[in-house]
């Protein structure tokens, strides 16, 4: 039956009551926004707004680094720029907050350069009124930063004991025996505070000179005009870079004056008071103008909501573009791999974050001190190097004090850039930090590793490479034809040398003096270049590196599923490689052009409810490929053929993940594999698990059922409590999962302990049972989904770990099923348009169905009934046209139009959603 245009289509266009979205909802963050939702109106919430208008600083700073501009003129620029963006931006945001801060709805406002953001207080309604604003990019919660708190703590160390361990270890006293000791250079710290009376440190904090005081100190906390410690951690860290009294020296630059921000303790520990220091410490008089700024920031605390890219990161790459290097601890979360805290777990060249593991005075890793890689790609090494951590005599209040941990080892290298830039104070915050990791002794497995980095920091070694011995590779690639910028890779052949070049194509490589180096350049979709450099100290070299674009290809194809129907909408990416994914258009094809040629690449693809699927094929230059794909269904696996589209990883940031297929353990007849968390082999699984195994997007059809088979062992507290367990969670995006119930319930609670990554009272599966089935009803669930299976546990006693096998998602509803096939993307008011409906009874007995469209869109949704009491044979499959005339009156915008077959209207079996615009007729 054909389907022609009706009268009913126009009449349900027209009946549509206009709907406008609220203009907040895509710039609140999602966790945020749950938060809000649940908050009674007069509840008040620190939140940070970041605007659009953000000046890349780092590119700028290497720009001016490549152009000759000297450190001054560089700070003065980079801090202008960043202000003159906040100023020309944050008005219209700053008058709505004026404005809801009269209705009583907003408190504290603090406007921000270091990134341009606006700190406030605010109810959800106003939060909401303030994510409207003109400019803002999100609005995030305002959340805590926490000290790295030593692990091992004796606060009666004796005064006097000549030189400490530590500062031997590195070298130091081999570098002041050529006279450097840290004259004229500034320290900082972002820490609990420092005790300015303290006899070892008084006479070294810059403001002891006299001036305004808020030049040297800044205590968004207590308010406070003179340097104090909350605690004790601040004076200990600030100690350990420059303290020193007659006869007894526990600080590396002794000649190095001091500054201080108190962001740990009192009211202070929120991310926007850290915010408020970075932008203190990157300009502390208020003059750009003046380079007042300390040579390095050092930092022993964690961000308590970690994130791989937020604000907080983008203060400190500003700060190190204004001038300034910051180094931090790496955290006390080892041995644990993945264990590297934030926000000191990103790394986005060999010295940014630079983290800073800890050693024991036999030069071997401490136990506690974090380890690689990053767990925000699981494959970057950290941390950049070690230094001394492990029972570190330092300044306390009132005293001496022996402290572990990584905190005590950052410090060590604060000093260490003071010392060295003194020793030559042209070298900007990437080269310094770069020569500590360049001179480094290795320790641990040969070369940068997960435990050591690069190894010690050797202070002589550094001196060496900043007084004669280093030089800069700075340069700019781009196409040989076009003269476009390419951020390419620059490669030291032979070494691990490396760095890439932004996206203006500029890249700025410290190396080593007097030396001859191989370079490579490389950029996907260009032939590399090779060239020899030789750069003298202390002196800048410059290149133009132009790269020839290699002969390309295409690489077309139709996507089908295993009956062979074309599948709309699936994406289709050359795996690896930086080329833009695609989607299959109505028909089910793709084609991608613009391939590098004489390749062989493997090509994915991927569709909801299907089994992602590929193939290897071979490009050739000005020649189309055929690259058609059949993916599979996979709504049953039995464990047996592979991870087929399953994903683990960890879910809290420093826990682990222990996911893997495992053959302990099977339920399957005749098979011999199940997923299991633990150890591999008969092990026990570790402390501090959190580990998520996920599913394939599943497309869930109207009234899906999930079940599975696992066995289970895990630790318990009583008959209906337990330390460690499991729980099943789903997502309708693959991002945010919400635990579900199984039938039945879960047989324990998680008890209330602090090691667990699940909050008190969770409901989960744990004990000793062996097979035992399970079932969840997904009722309320239809369309794209994820299902995760999650494993936590304590730091304490451990069992062998939960084995997942023979799962299943069904459903209680006949299995019939609908395609869209040739559906337009784009069409405009007043056209005629046609696609088809493939209807398939995919049972063994006849089904009778209704097939209905639900389209929403800018003025609301609304239905319409194509046919009724369609009778389809078992086993079999139809075609059916649909033609309608979009009206004139259409509003331009999104469409979504549901095809839909099932049961009129109750019970829908199936749907497959089209995404149309709708433009106006010129």
């Not at 633990?678 to 026990?684: N, R, V």
Request: glycine fraction near 10%; include cysteine.
């Amino acid at each position: 039956m054909k389907l022609g245009s009706t009268p009913a289509f126009a009449a349900l266009i027209a009946a549509m009551n206009l709907v406008s979205p609220p203009a907040w909802a895509g710039d609140l963050d999602p966790d945020l926004e749950m938060r809000l939702r649940a908050a009674s109106p007069n509840t008040e919430f620190r939140v940070i707004a970041t605007l659009d208008d953000r000046p890349d600083a780092p590119a700028l700073a290497r720009r001016l680094y490549v152009e000759g501009w000297s450190p001054a003129e560089r700070h003065e620029k980079v801090v202008c720029e960043l202000q003159i963006a906040a100023a020309r931006s944050q008005g219209p945001l700053f008058r709505e907050l004026r404005r809801a801060a009269l209705e009583g709805l907003v408190g504290e406002i603090t406007p921000l350069w270091i990134v341009n953001a606006i700190a406030f207080e605010a109810t959800a309604e106003a939060i909401r009124g303030a994510a409207g604003a003109l400019g803002v990019s999100e609005i995030v919660e305002d959340s805590r930063v926490a000290l790295e708190e030593p692990v091992e703590m004796h606060f009666d160390a004796p005064s006097i004991q000549a030189r400490e361990w530590g500062i031997d270890m590195i070298r130091a006293p081999e570098v002041w025996a050529m006279g450097y000791f840290g004259a004229g250079r500034v320290v900082c710290n972002l820490d609990t505070g420092v005790e300015g009376t303290h006899p070892a440190l008084q006479d070294k904090w810059r403001g002891a000179e006299g001036g305004d005081w808020q030049h040297h100190w800044f205590d968004p906390s207590t308010g406070s005009s003179f340097p104090i410690d909350d605690s004790y951690h601040g004076t200990h860290t600030m100690g350990t870079m420059v303290a020193s009294e007659v006869g007894d020296t526990v600080g590396v630059a002794p000649g190095a004056q001091w500054i201080a921000a108190l962001t740990i303790g009192g009211s202070g520990d929120f991310i926007s008071k850290t915010l408020q220091a970075f932008e203190w410490a990157a300009d502390p008089d208020g003059d750009p103008g003046t380079p007042d700024h300390p040579d390095v920031i050092s930092n022993s605390w964690t961000d308590l909501q970690p994130r791989c890219q937020n604000t907080l990161l983008e203060a400190i790459d500003n700060a190190e573009a204004a001038g300034a290097a910051v180094v931090f601890s790496a955290g006390n979360s080892g041995p644990s791999p993945e264990s590297i805290t934030s926000p000191k777990n990103r790394a986005t060249t060999p010295v940014n974050i630079f983290a800073t593991g800890a050693l024991q005075s036999n030069e071997s890793i401490a136990s506690f001190s974090s380890r690689g890689p990053s767990y925000c790609d699981h494959v970057t090494i950290k941390p950049e190097a070690t230094a001394p951590g492990d029972d570190v005599r330092s300044t306390m209040p009132s005293g001496y004090g022996l402290l572990s941990g990584t905190s005590m080892a950052a410090p060590h290298v604060a000093g260490a850039v003071a010392l060295l830039k003194e020793v030559n104070p042209s070298l900007d915050p990437e080269t310094v930090k770069t020569i500590l990791i360049e001179t480094a002794r290795d320790a641990g497995s040969p070369g940068e590793d997960n435990t050591y980095g690069n190894g010690i920091i050797d202070l002589y070694a550094a001196f060496i490479a900043a007084t004669n011995g280093f030089g800069t590779l700075s340069g700019l690639v781009q196409d040989s034809e076009t003269a476009d910028p390419l951020p390419a890779g620059i490669q030291v052949l032979g070494t691990p040398r490396q760095t890439r070049a932004d996206e203006d194509g500029l890249f700025v490589l410290p190396l080593p003096a007097d030396s001859t180096f191989d370079i490579e350049t490389t950029y996907f979709g260009y032939a590399p270049a090779a060239f020899q450099v030789n750069i003298a100290p202390s002196d800048t070299l410059q290149m133009l590196v132009d790269l020839d674009p290699v002969p390309t290809g295409s690489i077309a194809g139709v996507v089908r599923d295993i009956g062979g129907v074309p599948l709309v909408g699936a994406d289709v990416a050359v795996l690896n490689t930086p080329i833009e994914a695609t989607t299959t258009d109505g028909l089910g094809a793709y084609r991608i052009d613009d391939v590098p040629a004489d390749s062989t690449y493997q090509l994915g693809a991927s569709s909801c409810g299907l089994l992602p699927g590929g193939r290897q094929i071979t490009v050739v230059a000005n020649q189309v490929a055929s690259g058609d794909i059949t993916l599979l269904d996979l709504e049953v696996d039995d464990m047996e053929s592979g991870e087929n589209g399953w994903t683990h990883a960890a879910v809290t940031p420093s826990y682990l993940d222990e996911w893997h297929l495992s053959q302990e353990r099977n339920h399957t007849p005749g098979g011999d594999t199940s997923w299991k968390c633990g150890a591999d082999g008969p092990g026990d699984y570790s402390d501090l698990v959190d580990a998520g195994l996920v599913t394939h997007c599943l497309d869930l059809r109207p009234g899906s059922i999930l079940s599975f088979w696992h066995w289970m062992d895990a630790e318990i507290e009583t008959a209906t409590t337990a330390w460690d367990g499991g729980i099943v969670e789903i997502s309708t995006n693959g991002v945010d999962f919400a635990q579900i119930t199984p039938d039945g319930g879960y047989p324990y609670t998680i008890v209330d302990n602090p090691a667990s990554p699940f909050d008190p009272g969770t409901p989960c599966f744990s004990g000793t049972h062996d097979w035992r089935e399970e079932s969840f009803d997904l009722s309320a669930f239809a369309g794209e989904a994820y299902l995760r299976f999650r494993f936590g546990t304590d730091g304490y006693v451990t069992e062998e770990g939960w084995h997942i096998d023979d799962m299943v998602v069904d459903s209680t509803l006949p299995d019939v099923s609908i395609a869209a096939l040739g559906a337009p993307a784009t069409v405009t008011a007043g056209e005629f348009v046609e696609w088809e409906l493939n209807v398939s009874n995919n049972t063994a007995q006849p089904q009778t169905v209704d097939v209905w469209l639900r389209i929403s869109g800018p003025v609301g949704e609304g239905l319409l009934v194509l046919a009724n009491d369609i009778d389809i044979p078992a086993g079999q499959s139809g075609t059916r046209g649909v033609g309608l005339t979009v009206p004139l009156a259409a509003p331009e915008g999104a469409y979504t139009v549901e095809n839909t077959v099932g049961v009129h209207p109750s019970t829908p079996y199936d749907f497959d959603a089209v995404d149309v615009e709708v433009v106006s007729r010129d």
